[in-house]
């Protein structure tokens, strides 16, 4: 993996030095904020293909960082969080974050997630081979501009909330589990997964739906997990 650069935020140096190493030994640029401001700075700066974000920062703290980029970017944003922030972790994610790794992280663990993330970059929307077009009683996916549409009205997804409307709109009618819904997302084994599937999946019927709490196109089936109406 070659040619991307990661923004490393985090107001302790050493972790910022420790995940350099790391990073640097997948042959990935490394760029370090200190601060939630000095990331935006950053961002402006020079082209950024994925974000390490720490939560309790200075000056501007995580949460509030990721949601001033998602006014603008939709690059992949990983948040880092020490395991007492578990509340964080789901806002973070409301707001706007693809996925967390929880400090003290094992380097493994944290450059698996950074790859699954950069090749969903790279690569979004290629579950089911050639792009199409989808429509569902107006709710429409168009593979080639990676856009989601409500009767002619576009709806702003994160990149993984698209990537899991992609997955249940080309499987109209089929049951995915939560965690096939995050294998096939994630590109990773859906241990403890429901947490994370679930604040995504609300966060899109607010998006997609005119009655988040009936929903007419994004469905529950219970106990077994999520489908798209046909």
Known sequence: MTNYNVLVVDDE??????????????????????????????????????????IMMPRLDGISTTFKIREKKNIPIIILSAKSEDTDKILGLQVGADDYVTKPFNP????????????????????????????????????????????GENVKLTRIEYSIVELLMLNAGRVFSINEIYERVWNEPGYNAEKTVAVHIRKIREKIEIDPKNPRYLKVVWGIGYKMEK
Do not use: C, P
């Not at 997948?26 to 720490?54: C, P």
């Not at 993330?117 to 690569?123: A, G, H, I, M, N």
């Open 13 to 54: 140096v050493e972790i910022r030095d420790a995940i350099e190493i790391y990073l640097k030994n997948e042959n990935i640029t490394v760029i370090k904020a200190k601060d939630g401001v000095e990331a935006l700075e950053k961002l402006n700066e020079q082209q950024i293909h994925l974000i390490l974000l720490d």
């Open 108 to 151: 493994m663990e944290l450059i698996a997630r950074v790859k699954s993330q950069l090749r969903r970059f790279v690569t979004l929307g290629t579950y089911e081979g050639a792009h199409k077009t989808v429509d569902l009683n107006g709710l429409t996916l168009d593979q080639s501009a990676k856009e989601v549409t409500v009767n």
